[in-house]
Structure formats: C-alpha cells, structure tokens
C-alpha cells in the first residue's frame, strides 16, 4: 500500500505541477495573445478609418460634382436668357419707328437723298440681322410675321431710292406696311412680358 500511496503523491504532486505550469503558460500565453489580439484589432480599427474617410471624401467629391453641374446648368440658362433679351431688344430698336422712316422717305418726292436713304436701308438690314438673331427664341407663325413685315419694308425701301416716283400715300403698301408694324410691337411686346413673367 504503500506504493500505492506513493504513486497517489507523485500523481497529485505531478498534476500540481503540471497544473502549475499549465498555470504559468496560461498566464504568458494570455498577455501574447491579448497582444496579438489588440494589434488585429488595432489594424482592423485602422483600415475601416481610412474606408471611412475614403467614403466621406467620395461623397464631398460627389456633392461637388453635383453642385459644379448645377451651377453650370444655371450659368447656362442664365446666358440664354441674357441672349433672348439681347434679341428681343435688337429687334424692338430695329422695328422701333421703322415704318415712319421709311413712309417719310417713300412718300416724299422733293427730299429723297442718297444719304437718307442710306440710313433707312441700314435699319432694313438691321431688321434684317434682328429677325436673324430672334428665330432661334420665337414659333414659326411669329417667323413668319417678322419675314412678312421685313418683306414689305423692303418693297417699301423701292420706292425710298432718289429718283423713283413716290409712293402712293395711305395705298395699299402704306397700309399694309403700318399693319405689319403694329402687329410686331403687339408681338415683342408679348415676347417681353413673357421674360418679365419668368420670376
């Protein structure tokens, strides 16, 4: 028995000692592994940050892009409409008082100078250059207005060359020529308030 006693002691003092040691690796391993734990971790930590802020600068980015389209969307539309305007108002300079310009000229036998005629067949062109500048902003039956009222200046424009007979007062032409005009200042008077609507 009393080996056996001594096989129990050597196994209790064996196992102790293992459980110790076991004990001792435990406590070393566990401050490793909480080392290498924490490091992974920390790494992991790290690498979402920087995704983070990868996300957040591609979304500034984003935000920028957008606002850069609107403002050139906006810059855009901004310079069209200062386009209408300049053809709307190049065209009532053009039509403003043309029809007395003309009549006057056409009308009068005695004064029917070279020089004024000359101006009257620069305000045709520009009428012209006007009707040219505006169809990009206006319908076709508005086109077809403006060709119609350029076409009876220019008939009218015959009768303004020095030396030509006169036209008829209050004719036909006269007539239709003061029709047209009245007809187009109605109308870019329109185009105007149309603008002026756009606020």
């Known amino acids: 028995m009393g080996n056996v006693t001594e096989f129990l002691w050597t196994v209790i003092a064996s196992s102790a000692g293992t459980t110790a040691l076991l004990a001792a690796l435990a406590f070393l391993l566990k ?12 790494a992991q930590k790290a690498q979402y940050q920087l995704d983070l802020e990868a996300y957040r600068v591609s979304l500034i980015a984003a935000t920028e892009r957008s606002k850069a389209g609107q403002e050139v969307k906006k810059t855009g539309a901004l310079r069209v409409l200062e386009m209408k305007f300049e053809a709307y108002s190049t065209l009532h300079k053009a039509t403003l008082g043309l029809y007395a310009d003309v009549i006057t000229q056409a009308v009068d036998m005695d004064d029917k100078t070279a020089e004024r005629f ?4 620069a305000r045709s062109r520009a009428l012209r250059d006007a009707i040219y500048s505006v169809s990009v902003f206006i319908d076709t039956s508005q086109r077809r207005l403006l060709t119609n009222y350029s076409g009876l200046v220019t008939q009218a424009l015959q009768f303004c060359v020095p030396g030509r007979p006169a036209l008829e007062d209050g004719g036909v032409l006269d007539n239709e020529l ?7 200042d109605g109308m870019v008077r329109g185009l105007v308030e149309q603008m002026q609507s756009l606020d």
């Open 118 to 121: 000359e101006e009257i067949h």
């Open 178 to 184: 003061l029709a047209a005009e009245i007809e187009v």
């Open 31 to 42: 401050g490793q592994i909480s080392h290498w734990l924490s490091k992974d971790l920390e």
